[in-house]
C-alpha cells in the first residue's frame, strides 16, 4: 500500500517554486539564443538541476502525495479479500478448468 501524505503549506510552495523552475529552465533550454551561446544552454541546464535539488528536498512521501492531488486521485481504501471485490475476477478454488 503506498505510503503517502498531504504535502505541507511549506512543501506546497517548494514544489510550486521548483516547477516554476524547471519550466524556465526547459524554456531556457528551448530558446535561440541558447543553441547558439553553451553558456546559456549551461545555465538552463543548471535551473533544472537546481529544481530537482529542491524538489528532492521535500519528503517523498509528500511529493507522492502532492503527484496523485494534481493527478485529481483522492487516497482511497484497501480491499481486504477477493470475494469482498464483488467483481468475479478472483473467485477461490477455480483456478482449474
Known amino acids: 500500500m503506498p505510503n503517502y501524505r498531504k504535502p505541507t503549506v511549506k512543501e506546497s ?3 510550486e517554486k521548483s516547477r516554476e523552475m524547471m519550466v524556465q529552465g526547459i524554456e531556457g533550454e528551448k530558446d ?3 543553441k547558439m551561446m553553451p553558456t546559456m544552454a549551461k545555465a538552463a541546464r543548471d535551473e533544472m538541476r537546481a529544481a530537482r535539488a ?3 528536498s521535500v519528503p517523498a512521501s509528500a ?3 502532492e503527484a496523485y ?3 485529481g486521485y483522492k487516497k482511497g481504501g484497501k480491499v481486504s479479500s477477493a470475494s469482498k471485490r464483488a467483481d468475479g475476477c478472483a473467485i477461490r478454488g477455480k483456478t482449474k478448468a
Request: charged content about 45%; proline content about 0%.
Open 13 to 15: 510552495e517548494k514544489l
Open 32 to 34: 535561440i539564443f541558447s
Open 54 to 56: 529542491l524538489r528532492e
Open 63 to 65: 511529493r507522492e502525495g
Open 69 to 71: 492531488e494534481y493527478a
